[in-house]
Nanobody, 113 residues
Framework: QVQLVESGGGSVQPGGSLRLSCAAS?????MGWYRQAPGKQRELVAT???????IYADSAKGRFTISRDNAKNTVYLQMNSLKPEDTATYYC??????????WGQGTQVTVSS
């Protein structure tokens, strides 16, 4: 049973930073983060493959940085210059080759003054 363990969510003021982490119980081809705000659909934030190819949503470009430690099966999301519209539940995502997808339980990020 694949497990994804997330950490790092919380509350921060606008302009602040947070770092999310997600550790998988085994090696994954692709890992990343999606988010879902109340009343909205889940949307991509960023993903990164085991070879380092990263994809970002337009809303994340220039503010968020995704990285991973393959030895630890862990993906990180450094979020800077946070805005109130970044408030959402952030879900860790992982894909095991070729097409088995897994989701974390979600971690809340709240950006408010």
């Amino acid at each position: 049973q694949v497990q994804l363990v997330e950490s790092g969510g919380g509350s921060v003021q606008p302009g602040g930073s947070l770092r999310l982490s997600c550790a998988a119980s085994e090696s994954m081809f692709n890992m990343g983060w999606y988010r879902q705000a109340p009343g909205k659909q889940r949307e991509l934030v960023a993903t990164i493959t085991s070879t380092g190819t990263a994809i970002y949503a337009d809303s994340a470009k220039g503010r968020f940085t995704i990285s991973r430690d393959n030895a630890k099966n862990t993906v990180y999301l450094q979020m800077n210059s946070l805005k109130p519209e970044d408030t959402a539940t952030y879900y860790c995502y992982a894909r095991r080759w070729p097409i088995s997808d897994y989701w974390g339980q979600g971690t809340q990020v709240t950006v408010s003054s």
